[in-house]
């Protein structure tokens, strides 16, 4: 850094992130889940409505996008995943920097221990396969403050 400039280094770091995604929205959301035709499905249903997703393919991808991407709003993930699950993914969430991030759950294969085990980590909600679409959109705008 010369002595004429006005910004430290990390400054411009910021700077340059910023201005590399300079169209993007506050928020986005995170869909997690193994299975790819899921993932795109509820991208596309959210998409249609204007809201910008992200995808990863396990909750180990999806730890990374959350501690790089500041604009990941809401997570949608799945609970059957091989090695980090949805439960792990959301107690990993809850013990981070992210822990008051807003976690939608949508499961095929769900039982009630599942449900409460998820209530007690503070999930918005819990949805099952095949999802309400309209349900789905109505949480994910409540959440990402949009009108619904």
Not at 66 to 87: C, F, N, Q, Y
Not at 101 to 118: F, H, N, Q, T, Y
Request: proline fraction near 4%; charged fraction near 30%; glycine fraction near 6%.
């Amino acid at each position: 850094m010369s002595d004429h400039d006005i910004l430290s280094d990390a400054e411009r770091e910021a700077l340059s992130a910023v201005m590399l995604e300079p169209d993007l929205p506050p928020q986005r959301v995170l869909i997690v889940d193994d299975d790819k035709d899921s993932r795109e499905l509820l991208s596309e249903i959210l998409g249609l409505d204007g809201i910008h997703c992200m995808t990863a393919a396990s909750g180990e991808a999806a730890l990374k996008l959350l501690e790089a991407k500041p604009s990941i709003g809401l997570v949608i993930t799945d609970l059957r995943m091989r090695h980090v699950d949805g439960l792990e993914l959301i107690r990993q969430v809850r013990e981070s920097a992210r822990a008051a991030l807003p976690i939608i759950i949508v499961s095929g294969d769900a039982d009630v221990k599942d449900a409460i085990e998820a209530m007690h980590l503070h999930v918005v909600d819990f949805l099952l396969k095949p999802i309400d679409s309209g349900k789905l959109l109505e949480l994910v705008k409540h959440e990402l403050g949009m009108d619904v």
